[in-house]
């Protein structure tokens, strides 16, 4: 392997004890580079303010995403993938937009907005075709 991945999260224990650390394959470590790119808003790295994306500047209160929204959100998604994520190119990013039923605990159950990502691109140094599928919940926040 001409390059070494380690897996996330970091155990800092195993570094700090000198032990082994965990590590995973090209097509692991890009997943993990993208899933931080989707879930980072711009400012929150304080090494670098422009590493995150446009989507947590964006009103999660709308009944329904317009195009002109989901276009800025994948867009800038895009940017970021391009500056940040070498390993890869010829981009494509999909973003759908869903509603779903969440159990409340109460007689009336709870509509959450979900999004989900599809990025599909090409790994450099391999020439080889990747997907990565990420989604959470917006309103309010979770992961799946």
């Known amino acids: 392997m001409l390059h070494q991945y380690y897996k996330l999260p970091l155990e800092l224990g195993n570094i700090l004890g000198k032990k082994e650390i965990k590590k995973c394959s090209l097509k692991d470590s890009i997943a993990h580079h993208l899933h ?10 304080m090494s670098d303010e422009q590493f995150g994306n446009k989507l947590w500047e964006e009103d999660f209160d ?18 970021t993938i391009a500056k940040f994520e070498k390993r890869l190119e010829k981009v494509k990013i999909e973003m759908y937009v869903h509603q779903e039923e969440s159990p409340s605990g109460t007689a009336d159950p709870r509509m959450k907005r979900k999004l989900e990502f599809v990025i599909t691109a090409v790994i450099s140094a391999t020439n080889e075709p990747i997907t990565y599928r990420d989604g959470f919940f917006i309103s309010p926040l979770a992961y799946n």
Do not use: H
């Open 36 to 45: 931080l790119m989707l879930t980072t808003s711009f400012g929150e790295l």
């Open 62 to 79: 709308n009944v329904s995403y317009r195009s002109r929204q989901k276009e800025k959100i994948i867009l800038s998604v895009g940017r």
